[in-house]
C-alpha cells in the first residue's frame, strides 16, 4: 500500500528565504506526482506535475524534483513570499486508472 | 490549467434533509472523477470514484446510500448527502481527470463546505 509522508507538518520562514518541503513514498512503481496548493477553506490548485519519466518540472518561482528510486521529491520556493503562505501537499498516483495518494500537506508561512 | 466548477461552495441544512452537490468540469472532458473530504486540518480522504455512464466505487467504509453519486455526462458529476446528519458536515472537494491527453494530472473544484443543523 502507497504511503505518502510530508515532514514537518508546518513551517514558518521569514520573507525572502528560499526553501524546501519534502515528499517521500514507499513505492516507487508511481505514474506521476503532483504537488498542489490549499488555501484555508478552499479546494485545491495543481502547481506541479512530474510524469515518471521526469526528474524535475518549473513553474515559475517553483521547481519540483522527483527521484522515483529513493521514492522522494521536493519542492523548491524561491524567494519566498507572505503570499506563498498555504498547505502544500504532495500526491501520487500509482496507475493509469488508479486513486491519489496524497501527504498530510506542510502547513507553510512566510513572515512579512 | 484545466478549470472544475463546483456548486455551492457553501450550503447549511436541517439535520433529515437532502443535499446536491455538483462539480463540473469546464473545459475538458472527464471519464473519470473523484469525490474527496476532508476534516479540519486533515489530508483529504478519498469518498468514492465517479465513471461516466457507471455506477460510482466506493471506498471502505463509505456509505453507498448516504453518499448517492451521479456521472451522467462527461463533465457533470454529483453527489446528493442524503438525510444530512450533523456528523456529515464537512467539506466535500471534488476532482477530475481529462480523458484527453491522458497525462493522469487531476483538476480540483473549489470545494462545497456542508454544515448540518
Known amino acids: 500500500k502507497q504511503e505518502v509522508t510530508q515532514i514537518p507538518a508546518a513551517l514558518s520562514v521569514p520573507e525572502g528565504e528560499n526553501l524546501v518541503l519534502n515528499c517521500s513514498f514507499t513505492d516507487s512503481a508511481i505514474y506521476n506526482l503532483q504537488w498542489f496548493r490549499q488555501d484555508p477553506g478552499k479546494g485545491l490548485t495543481s502547481l506541479l506535475l512530474i510524469q515518471s519519466s521526469q526528474r524535475e518540472q518549473t513553474s515559475g518561482r517553483l521547481n519540483a524534483s522527483l527521484d522515483k528510486s529513493s521514492g522522494r521529491s521536493t519542492l523548491y520556493i524561491a524567494a519566498s513570499q507572505p503570499g506563498d503562505s498555504a498547505t502544500y501537499l504532495c500526491a501520487v498516483y500509482t496507475g493509469a486508472n488508479s486513486k491519489l495518494t496524497f501527504g498530510k500537506g506542510i502547513t507553510l508561512s512566510v513572515r512579512p | 490549467g484545466a478549470v472544475v466548477s463546483q456548486h455551492p461552495s457553501r450550503v447549511i441544512c436541517k439535520s433529515g434533509t437532502s443535499v446536491k452537490i455538483e462539480c463540473r468540469s469546464l473545459?475538458?472532458?472527464?471519464?473519470?472523477m473523484f469525490w474527496y473530504r476532508q476534516f479540519p486540518k486533515k489530508s483529504l480522504m478519498l469518498m468514492a470514484t465517479s465513471n461516466e455512464g457507471s455506477k460510482a466505487t466506493y471506498e471502505q467504509g463509505v456509505e453507498k446510500d448516504k453518499f448517492l453519486i451521479n456521472h451522467a455526462s462527461l463533465t457533470l458529476s454529483t453527489l446528493t448527502v442524503t438525510s444530512a446528519h450533523p456528523e456529515d458536515s464537512s467539506f466535500y472537494i471534488c476532482?477530475?481527470?481529462?480523458?484527453?491527453?491522458?497525462?493522469?494530472?487531476?483538476?480540483f473544484g473549489e470545494g462545497s463546505r456542508l454544515t448540518v443543523l
Open positions: 473545459d475538458f472532458q472527464a471519464t473519470t
Open positions: 476532482s477530475a481527470r481529462s480523458s484527453s491527453p491522458n497525462t493522469g494530472e487531476l483538476f
